[in-house]
Structure formats: C-alpha cells, structure tokens
C-alpha cells in the first residue's frame, strides 16, 4: 500500500513541476477555484503550494514504508527489506510518470520568423546563403572550435595527405593553432 502512495505522490509532484516549468495549469487546480478559470500567476501560485505539499506526502508515505517494512521483516532484515521495496516504489513511480507525461500537454517553441534579406547592388546570392541569412545573425557565423575539436581537424586533414607527410602535416597544424582558445566563446 505504502509503495502505491509513495509512486502517486511522486507522480503528482513532478506533475506539478513540469506545469510550473511549462506554465501550464492543471485540470485540478482549475477544480480548485471553481467554475471560473484562475489567471496565470494565481494557478501558478497554487501548483507550487500543491507541489510542496505533494513533496512532503512523498517524505511521509517513505517514512511509512520504513515504519512498515522494519515491522514486518524479521530481526535484523529491515534496512534491506525497506531498500528493496524503495527500489521497487521508484520503479513503480517512474513507470507511472512516463505514462503520465505522455498524456501532458507540450509548451509550443516558438517560431523564428524569418527576415528579408536587403542585398546592396546586385550580387549573385545562392539561394541556400539567402536563407541562412534571412534567419539572422546567430546562424551566419561558424560555431567557435575549442582545443580538442582544432587538433581533431588537423589530424583529419594530416590523414588525407602521403603516408610519409603526415607528421610534417600535423606538427605544421599544431603549430598555426591558436595557443589559447577562450572556452567561453565555444558554442556547445
């Protein structure tokens, strides 16, 4: 019994969780207030109410099943007995969620709209270009490379060149690499 009400508890917490993350209201919290529909902020409020409350639930149903696991087992067996039947109440509660979160409502990502894009004179523009252009800024440079991904290409252009060139290659690679590369900047 313990075991179903500790995996119920921790599938209403991480409900109320990704609601809040996703800034979707429950159809329980929508019960709570009654035949009209709460605004954002106050369903809000009340998921992180019903979440914490849902947390302590789920100390409380583990403390009973610790209270019931040392009852029942023989002497000296509780501790495992009550990690074997944490065990399977995590399985259950994670099975439980995944079939819960199939059934949640996803938060639609938002879409870029794409931009025109203003060509000075008349250059010949390849329509790929155009269209990584019309997406802005972020998508027309090159992701910065960190240390291992630089030496990574120079190995890879040292192993197309002759069987005897390929030291010289990499040693000339190393050579022109930048001595510092800010990891900050690395796109990842």
């Known amino acids: 019994m ?5 995996a119920l508890a921790t599938c209403r917490a991480r409900m109320y969780t990704y609601s809040i993350k996703n800034g979707i209201i429950p159809r329980e919290v929508s019960c709570l207030v ?3 529909a709460p605004s954002k902020e ?3 409020r009340l998921c992180r109410i019903l979440r914490s409350e849902a947390w302590h639930q789920l100390t409380f149903f583990k403390d009973c099943l610790r209270v019931a696991c040392f009852r029942e087992a023989p002497p000296g067996g509780g ?10 109440a995590s399985q259950v509660a994670e099975f439980v969620w995944l079939k819960v979160l ?3 409502p996803r938060k639609p990502h938002p879409v870029c709209p794409s931009q025109k894009v203003h060509l000075v004179g008349a250059p010949d523009l390849p329509r790929e270009a155009e269209k990584v252009l019309s997406l802005g800024p972020k998508f027309c440079e090159h992701p910065r490379l960190d240390k291992t991904e630089l030496l990574s290409l120079v190995r890879c252009s040292a192993s197309k060149a002759s069987s005897e060139d390929v030291n010289r290659c990499v040693s000339a690679g190393v050579d022109i690499l930048p001595r510092e590369v800010k990891t900050h900047c690395a796109v990842r």
């Not at 501790?79 to 399977?88: E, G, I, K, M, S």
């Open 42 to 44: 106050h369903g809000m």
């Open 102 to 104: 199939a059934s949640l």
């Open 2 to 6: 313990c075991i179903n009400l500790f």
């Open 79 to 88: 501790p495992q007995r009550f990690l074997r039947d944490l065990r399977t």
């Open 34 to 36: 009654g035949p009209l």
